[in-house]
């Protein structure tokens, strides 16, 4: 048996469970309609949210950057990768969340795994929310401290949990995802940091799929449950509603400075492209400026949930445009996400372990590029397929 023929093994085991994932070419920008595998489909499963990937001012303000600045700072942060455009970005982030300030990085999954392990080590406790991203899991994991996993969006088994470790003699941090980006559901943040004040612990939330969609004008979660102030820590992303790639920070001006002297990936990776940056900085000027994309997201949102629920689908627990369609076995998924893509829609089957184990489904993510036409014709195709599988009732 050769060393390495383990893979072989596992990759053939996937594929018979309907796990193996199907990775597909995406040949033109994103937007409503994008080409993929050579074939033009109705786009319904990209983070894409406000449709700022392919905006025109974003891809203005990236090509001048570029030519002030050029492709790459070539460097790290903090030897001599930080361009007038980072500290740019990041007081205007720092404005537009309300947050004293803001410090941020390459990606949102770099975000956590910058912030959790410079905040916490092995003598310290975390309180993690078992349906927590996985970034956030690896961060926990690289602190090294001690890891308390409390029930879903359950405030009262997080409490249990805290009692339990009173007396503990280090220090406490509860984290949690925003928005949970495979059901669409919203953290009980207001009742956490409750919890947390009482129990003297910092709280951290991962507001990736928040950014853009929740709040006044896409402020996110800490705006929405209105607790500036409150909330310690606040990550963010720049690659899903922003539509360009980065993460960030928001918090007290103490804690940015900390995590320019203690977050690794700050410290150990090269800084993001000055392109990039403009971007971004475009992607918050806009928002800044008008809450239109934010409210074309939410009217298109509720329309196509509303009448894909008249359809008889399960929708699971959604709060948001995120929108599962729950199939449960991941075989039934594969096959209804090929069915659609044979129809023309591109929306990808998801199962373990994104998912647990029989709850694989379509996810769905709504954007403000779509046009009520677009979210007809999707329906009709969800509907026929679904009949055909048997789904939903013909």
């Known amino acids: 048996m050769g060393k390495l023929d383990f893979i072989d093994k596992d990759l053939e085991q996937l594929k018979k469970e309907g796990l193996y994932i199907i990775i597909r070419t995406i ?40 030519d002030k600045f050029g492709v790459g700072p070539a460097a790290v942060r903090t030897i001599a990768g930080t361009m007038s455009l980072h500290t740019e970005l990041e007081k205007k982030l720092a404005e537009f969340k309300g947050a004293e300030a803001t410090i941020s990085f390459q990606s949102g999954f770099n975000a956590n795994l910058a912030t959790i392990p410079a905040l916490v080590g092995k003598e310290d406790v975390i309180f993690s929310d078992e349906l927590n991203h996985a970034s956030i899991i690896d ?38 995802d925003g928005v949970f980006s495979m059901d669409g559901d919203i953290a009980p943040l207001d009742k956490i940091v409750e919890v947390a004040e009482k129990y003297d612990a910092m709280t951290m939330v991962d507001d990736a799929h928040g950014e853009g969609v929740l709040g006044r004008g896409g402020r996110g979660i800490v705006d929405h449950f209105n607790l500036h102030g409150k909330v310690d820590i606040e990550v963010g992303t720049l690659s899903k509603a922003f539509g360009v790639v980065g993460g ?20 150990f990776s090269s800084a993001v492209t000055p392109g990039d940056v403009a971007a971004c900085i475009a992607a918050v000027d806009i928002l800044t400026e008008s809450d239109e994309l934010v409210n074309r997201l939410w009217d298109n949102a509720n329309y196509f949930k509303t009448e894909m629920k008249n359809l ?70 969800f509907e026929k397929i679904g009949k055909e599988l048997g789904v939903i009732s013909g």
């Open 27 to 66: 040949e033109s920008p994103q937007g409503a309609w994008i080409v993929v595998d050579g074939k033009k489909v109705l786009n319904m499963c990209s983070n894409n949210y406000l449709g700022f990937a392919n905006h025109p001012k974003l891809k203005e303000k990236a090509k001048e950057a570029i």
């Open 139 to 176: 961060g926990c994991r690289l602190s090294k401290a001690t890891i308390v996993r409390y029930k879903h969006n359950d405030p009262e088994d997080l409490e249990k949990k805290l009692e339990e470790y009173k007396d503990f003699p280090g220090k406490k941090l509860i984290v949690t």
């Open 248 to 267: 960030y920070v928001a918090a007290s001006k103490k804690v940015v400075e900390y995590l320019r002297q203690k977050a690794r990936p700050f410290l």
């Open 312 to 381: 008889g689908f399960d929708l699971g627990i959604s709060q948001t445009p995120i929108t599962p369609v729950m199939l449960g076995d991941a075989k039934l998924a594969q096959e209804f996400s090929k069915n659609l893509f044979k129809e023309g829609i591109f929306a990808q089957a998801i199962g373990y372990p994104t998912v647990p184990k029989g709850k694989a489904r379509i996810r769905v993510m709504i954007s403000a590029t779509h046009s009520k036409d677009d979210l007809d014709f999707a329906l009709e195709k």
